[in-house]
């Protein structure tokens, strides 16, 4: 066969027949298990139509040995039974459509199946049936629908399968008779706004089901659904859809939303996501409303139905398998598409589809929503975090309960513990302690307070019941006085500076003067530190009056009290002022707040614009999401709204329990305190906190139920921004507000800094029993003290390791905050970036040299279509589809199309002279000159009344149309020639290579590129899934306007989704600490501008900092914005359904973002300079570039004007010929290259002339040997300048030189001192006179243990190695902190046995132990060993005794292998004398033993012993210590006896002895009857330096009338002689009950062997009374050759052992004028204070009794002593003598008469 002709009747007759045998089949065909009225069986009935298909295809077939009719299309239609349609064409050739009259099939879109066909030859069949033929399958009810066949085969007619799964073909088959059925339409469900509702629900499982709808409006409708049993909104949705007219669709969401909408049939196809596992969708619920419909609801007509009708389509797709009718996973439907079902398929074979109407399945909204159970399984968030919530508050309260109590106890004014019975002036002192003091004040403060009638002496703020002063609380006291003090002027309050927190930052006191109500308010606000600014531990504070009070003050106080009263978040942390608002009625009321933020929430969250206006305006919220949350602005809205609801009930509840009265209040206290409300208005409080809790919970949680899941995460999340706003945004602007307010109107007013705690609140801590005066151990304040050099450098000292401290602090958080940087910038993925694009550049032929317009199409074809839309392997292998998406690379995916835009010009008028010869040009390109005008097709007139001219749906008439700026969302270029706006002529490519090719052609047909075309833009999108960068490739092809044309490639690539992994997500923490830290650098810059005002912006420094903060905010702002941007973008290109979108803003907010942020992280890397000015070198840097600024920019000043005038000249000169000066820029910019060596004007060919070298030789003369050499002069010679500077400003004094101008010599000491201490720490000690090494033992063991580490873990692990490095530390730390001391034994008859200790590298002993009753043969091994205190794990007090420690702990060893007899005759178990011989100690000191081995420990005071400071043991203790002056010291009965100085006796009625333990030589002797009954006696022994015995401190509980013999030992031999060996001294018995003077008992002393021996007139109960003996040297010597009046001086020294004349020596020298010695007052010592709880007869209950024991550890001097020394002081002020009626005139002056005259009478 040779013609065509030939096969076309052919394929008829066969066409035919096979309609012939249909029809028989149809007859007498028997289907499965059919056996009545059939003849043919089923197997025969297969047979016979299989048979008769394959012939038609066989001679189809047949067609392709013939050479003619190809390409034609045939289609054959028989008998209204079958329709066929044939085609003859190469595989490359063939079209995508082939329709039939009962169907269709197109070929894949990306060609796969066609391309690798190629240019073979085929034969296409598309065989449909009007319904199926196979009747012999046994599902004939499969399919309802039309039936398609497809066939293609090659010459040899072998069938041809598909091969790219991922390019499948698209099928449809006729469904008309269900689709075009008219009963199966439904009416919807009208509503009351007159929109319809319907609800699709197919309650079987399905592939897919259609919904269609028949509109009667062709006005705009909107159509929204939801999967779900609630009615969807414009804001809650799955689906939009808009329509108008009969078949245009504005607009679909989600975009791949199958719509079908033709004749006002509106047909959507949903897909059964759960069809694979078996199971079906929930309901969709869907509302239509049309315009009209909303007129009529405007009309309030809703009785007119508006005839919209629905119905519901169930859909599927079978293909044929032998006998059945089935399913496969290559067919699935497609969409519904007017009266056919479209399905996709990966092969080819026999199909059918079937389309069953569902009726609508009623669903019972009422029953949904009663389902309680299961909705609550579905959205349990809700009541989750309100259980929560509850629970949370509930456990809190009872720590918040215990709070209060503290609370309460810090604001009674309990007493002071040194106030006296007698004294009734009752004063009320509230002291304030700053927020930002130490949290624990381990210091004792001290104050006086001034009067303008009396002064208080120095006073104790202490009490025993609670701890005083910790950070942000105010502490109440009760302080009483002897006398009235008047109005008060001043108060001088100050610290001991002790413990480990001696930082104080005082706030204010404010003291109330009982007596006439009124209130004085002591402003401070300093630190008293030596820390801290002046480091004065005292201050001297004034009233604050109207004149010295300033808005600032008042200001600062009330949004201090504001911030921690009126917060409720904040007070419940901490509470400073009073108030009776308690922590757990704030907890509920802020509970009840939340719950009221709930329900306020909900409510606003869940109220929407009208539908009306939503489908006016069309606008829909842009979320960000963070996993399960979404974040916008609504829900930043309603959480501010919220606040702002919640604020009235809030202030109401606060009202009620702030201002209401205490039951117990009395009307007085009413009266004091202002009216108040009653106080059962606490009920009231706590039923609307229960009201708000349970309503608003309640409400809540209904609203949650009618939220849904999702909605409600989302509502959360504003719940969420809500109450941060308003705990962190609304009160604090509140309390800033009032305080603002309050600071401008009431600055004069001193009410508000003088409000403290009521004062009735002192009846419950202030009793009528008197609390008596303890000891107290004052420390005088430090303006007034003796030793100011010493606390001077103590000052300094702490002021120097402040500024340490701060610097480094400052360096640390500098590094940690440049390394935040570094982790955020880093996420910038700039490295991959850059990688990224240089390879998009390369492989895109960037370099292409275009000369025509011709070019520019030759590189779209050559380059372009090869590069972007690859359709084959370099060995000519066939991408896939799935590959044809990406570019040719096979990484970077193609997310959209790509677009193809110019921009054109104007012509132009050529000149009048060449328009004869030239009559067309066109204008160079500027916004002014663009040409913005529509054209048709080949750049032809628009013409809009030319239908043919412009078809909105063709891509290429839609390449003439200009669309500006805001349409195609590109931004301005500038290029080479121009700067070129984001509008122009555009056309999208893609997604297939052949049809961009298709494109390009035809626009190179029509001349698209012209003469008027100024620049060519090619831009398109990719992303690399490896990288995670999204790329935009942007190639422009610039053409001037003399002809040539610029090429430029610029390829950007970002990271749009920066949060996806787990470390992403700890970057956008970092991002968020970043944010954080941004607006505290910013609040506390304005804080300093506040305070420095005008000044801050003088200084340099200053705008640096407001720039590194401007810039931080725009790296914020902008990266916000690239966010918003990015969401909008990637939504664009998902509703653009694949068309372009610009990337450009999301770039330019990203290039802004990370320009900001370099140069944030550029300014953040100089400020780690700035603390290295503490050294040398860097501050002398520092400082000559500060003061050659200035000169330094009048340098950069005449280079450039050098630059300009130079590039001028050459610009103008050789502008014409060179490139390099093209123009002015050009030519600075050649200049400033030459200038820095980058390139040669040599190879310059235009810079041979003459001139051309002067003028550059002058240029390199002027800038490079005198420009540069000036700069580097300036330089040089401030640097010397500041050098030679600090010389001389090093010796001037503070006051005359600024700090910052002088470098800190003293601060770089001690920084070194300091490094030098912690390199002291980790070094090995050395002990060079003793050679002492590393145990040699110990480093063999190391050795092993590094080689066997090295062995086991070779290279891999080497880090291992520093195992051995950290034993060997450890040990040698070890051995730095317990060292054995040698030791040195010998014996003497005087000393007994001695054993001195010495530290290794010393030469004297550092500790000796005596043993008086031992011999040298008795002597043990005994070593000793120093050790540090960290060494032991000790008691907590001994571990506060340590902080008093002198010494380091001495530990004492005994051999374990002493013989027997050794054990029995142990001297370690006799009487030890410890001999401590160190600078540091004192006889203050006492020595800590241990004698069990750590496990109790006791107390020895240190005695002077022949200028050695000793201490008698009962025996040698296993260790001790020294410890320093402790102050008083509290001694229990149960405690006292590890007090062994302190000894407890008891005297007994017949009279008795007691002989003291610590010096058995000591006697107090009782006669019979001293006591009634047997009474407790307590006796201290104590041994002032040089004194001749010891003193005894006696008390006894009833008093002794009868006389008590003392005996005494002597101890100190030291008697004093004259000159002459004449006695001129006598021995004098003092005696001192409790704090008084010391006096002289005149009683008889008695000498014997043991000492010396007197007796006591009276010793009185329960006052500490102390005895003692001592040498007085008298005025006088008993010498023949004296020349002094011996008898007067002898009547003077009887006048004074007077007691009434020796009590009053102090008024005495007052009234002589005579100046009494230092020593006259006595040191202050430690004490003891013993409590002891005592029950009498009279009195069962204990009743608590304290007494002090003071130390005496100077020579006390008595009253009569310095009466005597005053009166011999007077005597020798007259050289010739006094005589005795001056005498007496002093004894009367002091009204001593009878004194007087007794005198006169002796003498």
Not at 809 to 826: D, N, P, R
Not at 1615 to 1640: D, P
Request: hydrophobic share 40%; aromatic share 12%; net charge neutral.
């Amino acid at each position: 066969m040779k013609r065509k002709d030939d096969i076309f009747p052919f394929v008829e007759v066969y066409a035919d027949g096979l309609t012939y045998i249909i029809t028989i089949l149809q007859m007498k065909g028997c289907a499965i298990g059919q056996v009545i009225n059939c003849t043919i069986n089923h197997i025969q009935f297969e047979s016979i139509l299989t048979k008769a298909e394959a012939n038609l295809i066989r001679i189809t077939n047949l067609w392709l040995e013939t050479d003619d009719g190809q390409g034609i299309q045939k289609t054959v239609d028989k008998r209204d039974i079958l329709s066929l349609t044939v085609l003859k064409d190469k595989g490359k050739n063939l079209p995508f459509e082939f329709f039939t009259k009962y169907g269709y099939m197109k070929l894949p879109y990306f060609e796969t199946f066609q391309d690798t066909i190629g240019s073979a030859v085929v034969a296409v069949n598309v065989l449909t049936y009007i319904q199926s033929p196979y009747k012999y399958v046994n599902n004939t009810d499969a399919t309802t629908s039309s039936t398609v066949k497809v066939v293609i085969t090659d010459k040899k007619g072998k069938q041809l399968k598909l091969r790219d799964l991922d390019d499948p073909v698209d099928m449809a088959v006729d469904m008309t008779k269900i689709f075009a059925s008219s009963h199966t339409w439904i009416k919807p469900e009208i509503l009351d706004d007159g929109s319809s509702m319907v609800v699709a629900y197919v309650n079987e499982t399905n592939e897919a089901y259609s919904v269609e709808f028949k509109l009667k409006s062709v006005l705009e409708c909107t159509i929204y659904g939801i999967f779900g049993y609630t009615k969807p909104s414009v804001f809650n949705r799955a689906i939009s859809i808009k329509t108008k007219g009969i078949k245009k669709i504005l607009e679909i969401e989600p975009v791949d939303q199958p719509v079908f909408f033709n004749d006002s049939i509106l047909q959507i196809t949903v897909y059964n996501t759960k069809y694979s596992s078996g199971g079906y969708l929930d309901p969709l619920v869907l509302t239509l409303s049309c315009q009209d419909d909303v007129a009529r609801r405007r009309r309030r007509d809703l009785s007119e139905y508006m005839g919209h009708f629905y119905r519901v389509q169930i859909l599927s797709v079978v293909n044929l398998k032998g006998t059945k009718w089935d399913t496969s996973a290559g067919s699935k439907i497609s969409r519904a598409e007017g009266n056919v079902a479209v399905f996709k398929s990966t092969f080819f074979g026999t199909f059918g589809s079937d389309a069953l109407f569902s009726p609508p399945t009623p669903i019972n909204f009422v029953d949904i929503f009663l389902n309680f159970s299961e909705k609550l399984q579905q959205t349990p968030q809700v009541l989750a975090a309100e259980v929560f919530l509850i629970i949370f508050f509930i456990a809190i309260v009872i720590p918040l309960r215990r709070a209060d109590q503290k609370d309460r106890l810090l604001w009674e004014y309990l007493p002071l513990v040194d106030n006296e019975p007698d004294d009734k002036v009752q004063y009320c002192l509230a002291i304030f302690t700053s927020i930002r003091s130490s949290k624990i004040l381990s210091s004792t403060v001290f104050f006086t307070l001034n009067g303008k009638k009396a002064t208080t002496n120095a006073r104790m703020v202490k009490t025993d019941s609670r701890e005083n002063f910790q950070s942000g609380t105010c502490c109440n006291f009760l302080l009483t006085t002897e006398e009235y003090l008047g109005q008060l002027v001043s108060l001088t309050v100050w610290h001991d500076n002790t413990g480990k927190n001696p930082d104080w930052k005082l706030s204010k006191i404010v003291v109330t003067d009982l007596t006439t109500n009124e209130r004085y308010a002591f402003m401070c606000g300093e630190w008293l530190s030596l820390k801290f600014k002046d480091g004065k531990t005292y201050r001297t504070l004034v009233p604050a009056t109207p004149q010295i009070i300033n808005g600032q003050v008042v200001f600062t106080e009330l949004s201090l009290r504001g911030f921690f009263d009126d917060h409720l978040w904040f007070s419940i942390s901490k509470r400073p002022n009073y108030s009776r608002f308690t922590r757990v009625q704030r907890m509920w009321s802020l509970v009840a707040l939340l719950f009221l933020s709930m329900v306020t929430s909900a409510m606003w969250y869940n109220s929407e614009p009208s539908e009306e206006k939503q489908i006016t305006t069309g606008t829909v919220q842009r979320s960000v999401t963070l996993g399960p949350f979404k974040l916008n602005l609504k829900q930043i809205y309603v959480g501010l709204m919220s606040s702002i609801i919640t604020v009235i009930p809030s202030i109401i509840i606060i009202s009620l329990f702030r201002n209401r009265k205490l039951k117990t209040d009395s009307s007085e206290d009413i009266r004091r305190t202002g009216g108040k409300l009653p106080w059962w208005t606490i009920f009231i409080a706590y039923f609307l906190i229960v009201a708000a809790i349970v309503g608003g919970g309640f409400f809540t949680f209904l609203y949650s139920l009618q939220f849904g899941y999702g909605k409600t995460n989302d509502w959360l999340l504003s719940f969420v921004f809500g109450t941060a706003e308003g705990a962190f945004m609304m009160d604090p602007l509140k309390v800033l507000f009032v305080a603002t307010l309050f600071g401008i109107c009431c600055k004069k007013s001193t009410n508000v800094l003088s409000e403290c705690a009521e004062e009735n609140h002192l009846k419950t801590a202030y009793v009528s029993d008197y609390i008596k005066r303890r000891e107290i151990a004052y420390y005088p304040c430090p303006n007034t003290a003796v030793d100011q050099e010493k606390i001077n450098k103590q000052r300094k000292e702490v002021q120097l390791d402040s500024k340490l401290k701060k610097i480094s602090k400052s360096w640390v958080l500098t590094f940690l905050y440049i390394f935040l940087l570094a982790i955020i910038c880093a996420h910038n993925t700039v490295t991959e970036a850059f990688r990224q694009n240089s390879y998009l550049k390369s492989s895109i032929k960037d370099s292409f040299l275009a000369n025509t317009t011709d070019d520019i199409y030759l590189w779209m074809q050559r380059y372009m279509l090869t590069q972007i839309w690859p359709k084959w392997y370099s060995n000519l292998a066939l991408r896939t589809a799935y590959e044809q998406r990406f570019i040719n690379d096979e990484y970077s995916y193609r997310i959209s199309k790509s677009t193809l835009r110019q921009v054109r010009s104007h012509n132009c008028s050529p000149l009048e002279e060449m328009k004869s010869s030239v009559s067309k040009c066109t204008s160079d390109y500027s916004i002014e000159t663009e040409d913005k005008t529509n054209y048709c097709k080949g750049w032809l007139p628009f013409q809009t009344e030319n239908t043919t001219c412009y078809d909105e749906y063709d891509p290429i008439d839609n390449s003439f149309i200009y669309q500006s700026a805001e349409v195609t969302n590109t931004l301005t270029y500038i290029g080479e020639f121009a700067m070129y706006g984001g509008g122009g002529y555009t056309i999208d490519l893609g997604p297939k290579q052949s049809l961009v090719e298709q494109y390009i052609e035809n626009l190179k047909n029509l001349s698209w590129i012209d003469g008027k075309t100024r620049a060519v833009f090619f831009e398109t999108n990719t992303f690399n899934a490896n990288t995670r960068l999204f790329s935009h490739l942007k190639i422009v092809f610039e053409i001037s306007e003399y002809g040539s044309i610029y090429m430029t490639t610029r390829v950007k690539s970002l990271n749009l989704y920066p949060y996806v992994t787990s470390m992403d997500y700890i970057i956008l923490g970092c991002q968020l600490i970043f944010v954080f830290i941004i607006i505290m650098r910013i609040v506390l810059f304005a804080v300093y501008i506040f305070k420095k005002r005008s000044a801050c912006f003088r200084t340099f420094s200053s705008w640096i900092i407001a720039l590194d903060l401007f810039l931080s905010l725009i790296a914020v702002i902008f990266y916000i914005l690239r966010i918003d941007t990015t969401i909008k973008a990637i939504n664009d290109i998902i509703e653009s359904r694949g068309s372009y979108v610009s990337l450009e803003h999301v770039e330019l907010y990203d290039m802004v973002y990370r320009t900001a942020l370099g140069l944030v992280f550029f300014f953040g890397i100089l400020r780690l300079l700035q603390p290295l000015t503490i050294n040398y070198h860097f501050f002398i840097l520092q400082k000559s570039l500060a003061k050659a600024r200035y000169d330094i920019f009048m340098s950069m000043i005449l280079i450039i004007f050098a630059l300009v005038s130079f590039g001028s000249y050459l610009f103008l000169s050789l502008g014409r010929y060179s490139e390099n000066f093209k123009d002015l820029y050009s030519s600075i910019i050649s200049l400033l290259r030459m200038l820095l060596a980058m390139i040669s004007f040599r190879l310059n060919p235009n810079l041979d002339s003459v001139e051309s070298r002067i003028v550059t030789g002058l240029f390199f003369f002027s800038i490079s040997i005198i420009g540069v050499n000036l700069f580097i002069a300036i330089l040089f010679g401030h640097f010397a300048d500041v050098h030679a500077m600090q010389s001389k400003l090093k010796s001037k004094t503070g006051n005359e030189v600024l700090d910052d101008e002088v470098f800190n010599f003293e601060l770089n000491d001690h920084l070194w001192k300091q490094m030098k201490r912690i390199k002291h720490i980790f070094s090995e000690p050395k002990i060079e006179s003793q050679g002492i090494s590393f145990p040699e033992d110990i480093l063999h063991k190391l050795e092993i243990l590094n080689q066997h580490v090295t062995l086991k873990c070779k290279d891999e692990y080497r880090f291992m190695r520093v195992i051995p490095c950290l034993v060997y530390l450890t040990n040698a730390m070890s051995w730095s902190m317990y060292m054995a001391m040698k030791t040195a034994a010998d014996y003497s008859e005087e000393n007994g046995l001695r054993y001195r200790f010495f530290n290794p590298n010393e030469d004297h002993p550092r500790l000796t132990v005596h043993f008086p009753e031992a011999n040298l043969s008795d002597a043990p091994d005994i070593q000793c060993n120093n050790v540090a205190h960290r060494y032991f794990s000790l008691s907590s007090e001994i571990r506060r005794l340590l902080l008093f420690a002198k010494t380091r702990i001495y530990e004492f060893k005994l051999p374990n292998d002493r013989p027997f007899q050794m054990k029995v005759n142990d001297i370690t178990k006799r009487i030890t004398i410890i001999e401590v011989d160190d600078e540091l100690v004192s006889d203050e000191d006492y020595l800590v033993c241990s004698f069990d081995d750590r496990q109790s420990w006791f107390r020895y005071a240190i005695r002077p012993r022949e200028d050695k400071f000793c201490c008698t043991l009962p025996k040698l203790p296993t260790y001790c210590f020294v410890i320093g002056k402790l102050g008083q010291i509290q001694v229990n009965r149960d405690t006292i006896c590890c007090f062994p100085d302190i000894e407890y006796h008891q005297i007994r009625k017949e009279g008795n002895s007691i002989f003291l333990h610590a010096d058995k030589r000591i006697r107090l002797s009782f006669p019979p009857g001293s006591v009634q009954n047997n009474c407790d006696i307590y006796v201290m022994m104590d041994l002032p330096k040089k004194q001749i015995c010891p003193f005894v401190h006696v008390l006894v509980k009833e008093d002794i009338n009868d006389p008590v013999e003392i005996s005494l030992p002597i101890v100190y031999k030291g008697l004093q002689a004259s000159k002459y060996g004449h006695k001129n001294t006598e021995k004098l018995i003092v005696v001192r009950e409790g704090e008084k003077e010391w006096m002289v008992l005149n009683s008889v002393l008695k000498l014997d062997a043991a000492g010396f021996t007197f007796e006591t007139i009276k010793i009185q109960s329960n006052v500490p009374t102390t005895f003692g003996l001592k040498e007085a040297v008298l005025p006088w010597v008993e010498n023949p050759f004296d020349k002094l009046d011996t008898k007067i001086l002898k009547t003077i020294n009887m006048v004074s052992r007077y007691n009434c004349v020796a009590l009053k020596w102090s008024e005495i020298a007052h009234n002589l004028d005579i100046e009494f010695p230092s020593t006259f007052g006595e040191r202050e010592t430690d004490s003891y204070e013993i409590c002891n709880n005592e029950t009498t007869n009279e009195n069962p209950n204990p009743r608590q009794m304290r007494f002090t024991f003071r130390r005496v550890i100077d020579i006390p001097i008595s009253a009569q002593e310095k009466c005597l020394y005053i009166f011999s002081a007077w005597y020798r002020m007259y050289p010739l003598g006094i005589v005795v009626s001056s005498f007496r005139k002093v004894l009367e002056d002091c009204n001593l008469h009878f004194i007087a005259d007794q005198l006169g009478q002796r003498l």
